[in-house]
């Protein structure tokens, strides 16, 4: 499991979750729950880092969000 802050919203013109990740540009992923969507992002994560790496480019570190 990745260690990324995972953004979670309603869509209602897309009617499911959506979870951006914002130290990747791009990576997201949607779900009917919550949980679906955050499971579909790690997912993208794998996905984006094998992308990047095979393209050369760097992959950012996690940084900690706090939302409180």
């Not at 951006?20 to 779900?31: E, I, T």
């Not at 009917?32 to 790496?53: D, R």
């Amino acid at each position: 499991m990745y260690k990324y802050t995972l953004f979670v919203q309603w869509s209602v013109e897309d009617n499911c979750y959506v979870v951006s990740v914002p130290d990747l540009p791009g990576c997201m992923a949607d779900g009917e729950t919550p949980e679906e969507a955050a499971k579909n992002a790690q997912i993208m994560i794998g996905e984006w880092i094998e992308t990047a790496k095979a393209m050369g480019r760097k992959i950012p570190e996690p940084t900690y969000v706090n939302v409180m």
